[in-house]
């Protein structure tokens, strides 16, 4: 049950994220992208098996069984990409306030639509 929750949220992600990519909008494209991103690192994450209480790290290096404990490096790598993305949206917003502040307008091609 919990897989195809997982696997739920993360098509909403996927899905919200590419809807608002395709807005005219730059805030919207900016929203889109960090859906995206939180899908993909969502995605990462479950590669590492979605077991509930197993330990991260090797508790008796004698006996070793992957199968009893989690992937650490899925988890690393979603830090570093949750880090990566913050940084991303930052640049992306500081771009969006000077693009907005030259055009004054906050469209993509930096045209009002004619109505």
């Known amino acids: 049950m919990i897989e195809l929750i997982f696997a739920l949220a993360v098509g909403i992600l996927t899905a919200s994220g590419v809807w608002l ?3 005219p909008r730059t805030f919207q494209v900016i929203i889109g ?3 995206l991103s939180y899908a993909v690192n969502l995605f990462i994450f479950g590669m590492g098996r979605l077991r509930i209480g197993s330990p991260p790290v090797l508790q008796n290096p004698e006996v070793v069984d992957p199968a009893l404990y989690t992937d650490p ?3 690393a790598l979603v830090l570093t990409a949750i880090v990566i993305s913050f940084a991303m949206t930052a640049l992306f917003l500081v771009v ?5 502040g030259l055009t004054g307008t906050d469209h993509v091609d930096g045209r009002e639509d004619a109505q």
Not at 96 to 100: H, I, M, Q, Y
């Open 73 to 75: 490096l899925p988890q």
């Open 33 to 35: 992208l960090s859906l």
């Open 96 to 100: 969006l306030l000077a693009s907005r």
């Open 21 to 23: 990519l395709l807005r």
